[in-house]
């Protein structure tokens, strides 16, 4: 017993005294939390997307109580609302958030295209791509095996006629769907804009009209009719200069006048406008 005793009793001093060293430590040690920090992060919505130019909702937090940027509307997500309240918190005038949506710049389904070879390995538009690069006819188009679907936060993708689809009302402008797509068919733009080019093919318009007959094959008519000189027609694909588009004279005369109808025409407004 007493042998028991001598070896027990030096490791329970030594634990005491290394517990007392550590509850020390922490105390002297310690580095004080922003209070500010706790409050903010309650606000964001906790999307961890990084459309705020920071590593997600913490780092934006962080930033925000820092001093870092004091700019309250980069949480395009959390919309108006979060931009007021964190205004309120930081005691700074309030931003408007400018609102996006996500569109996908392919509307080449089944119903235009077709698929080139019979994919059955794993339904992942990213495997495709790194096995095959591609298992469409368009080596640019949607893939439609889903990576855009599983990753919306928001259940705002989905899958019609082999490709993807976005509901805009549902969107809230995260982006996580435009890093997911493999292909980068997915881009975000401002939720008032009203006019979007549904392909992405840069080949030649013989090439294109081949494998797609609703790509856009560089004809530059959109280009001429457009008055405000809002489409021009880069590597082979209209592309749109939505700072002009407003100015437009006759809008909606670039879809009219498309000879393929790639050019599409919509309202386009997410989920924190149709709250609003």
Same mark, same amino acid.
Do not use: W
């Given at each position: 017993?007493?042998?028991?005793?001598?070896?027990?009793? #030096?490791?329970?001093i030594?634990?005491?005294?290394?517990?007392?060293?550590?509850v020390a430590? @922490? &105390? *002297?040690?310690?580095? !004080?939390?922003?209070?500010?920090?706790?409050?903010?992060?309650?606000?964001?919505?906790?999307?961890?997307?990084?459309?705020?130019?920071?590593?997600?909702?913490?780092? +934006?937090? !962080?930033? *925000?109580?820092?001093?870092?940027t004091?700019a %309250?509307n980069?949480?395009? #997500?959390?919309?108006?609302?979060?931009? !007021?309240? *964190?205004?309120?918190?930081?005691?700074?005038?309030?931003?408007?958030? /400018?609102?996006?949506?996500?569109?996908?710049?392919?509307?080449?389904?089944?119903n +235009? %295209?077709?698929?080139?070879?019979?994919?059955?390995?794993?339904?992942?538009? $990213?495997?495709?791509?790194?096995?095959?690069?591609?298992k469409?006819?368009?080596? +640019?188009?949607c893939?439609?095996l889903?990576?855009?679907?599983?990753?919306?936060?928001?259940?705002?993708?989905? *899958?019609?006629?082999?490709? $993807?689809?976005?509901?805009?009302?549902?969107?809230?402008?995260?982006g996580?769907c435009? &890093?997911?797509? #493999?292909?980068g068919?997915?881009?975000?733009?401002?939720?008032?804009?009203?006019? /979007?080019? %549904?392909?992405s093919n840069?080949?030649k318009?013989?090439?294109?009209?081949?494998?797609? &007959?609703?790509?856009?094959?560089?004809?530059? &008519?959109?280009?001429?009719?457009c008055? @405000?000189?809002?489409? !021009?027609?880069?590597?082979?694909?209209?592309?749109?200069?939505?700072?002009?588009?407003?100015?437009?004279?006759?809008?909606?005369?670039?879809?009219?006048?498309?000879?393929?109808?790639?050019?599409?025409?919509?309202d386009?407004?997410?989920?924190?406008?149709?709250?609003q």
């Amino acid at each position: 017993m007493e042998a028991i005793l001598t070896a027990v009793i #030096p490791v329970v001093i030594i634990s005491l005294i290394c517990a007392a060293v550590l509850v020390a430590a @922490s &105390k *002297l040690m310690a580095v !004080k939390e922003n209070e500010k920090i706790p409050q903010i992060r309650e606000c964001l919505p906790g999307a961890n997307c990084g459309a705020c130019g920071f590593a997600g909702c913490d780092g +934006y937090a !962080k930033a *925000l109580a820092e001093g870092e940027t004091a700019a %309250t509307n980069l949480c395009v #997500p959390g919309g108006d609302s979060v931009s !007021k309240q *964190l205004s309120e918190i930081l005691g700074v005038e309030f931003e408007d958030v /400018i609102e996006q949506v996500a569109v996908v710049h392919c509307a080449g389904d089944c119903n +235009y %295209t077709q698929d080139r070879v019979e994919y059955t390995g794993i339904q992942s538009c $990213a495997a495709a791509k790194l096995i095959f690069g591609s298992k469409g006819e368009c080596a +640019y188009g949607c893939m439609g095996l889903g990576d855009c679907v599983n990753a919306c936060p928001n259940d705002a993708i989905c *899958l019609e006629n082999g490709i $993807a689809h976005i509901n805009t009302r549902e969107c809230v402008g995260c982006g996580i769907c435009v &890093k997911t797509c #493999p292909n980068g068919l997915i881009t975000l733009m401002a939720d008032v804009e009203k006019v /979007i080019v %549904t392909c992405s093919n840069r080949d030649k318009g013989t090439v294109t009209r081949k494998v797609c &007959k609703n790509g856009c094959i560089g004809c530059k &008519k959109c280009e001429r009719v457009c008055p @405000s000189g809002a489409i !021009k027609v880069e590597d082979n694909v209209a592309v749109i200069d939505y700072s002009k588009c407003p100015d437009c004279d006759d809008f909606g005369v670039c879809a009219r006048e498309c000879t393929t109808g790639c050019i599409m025409i919509s309202d386009f407004s997410g989920i924190h406008r149709v709250k609003q």
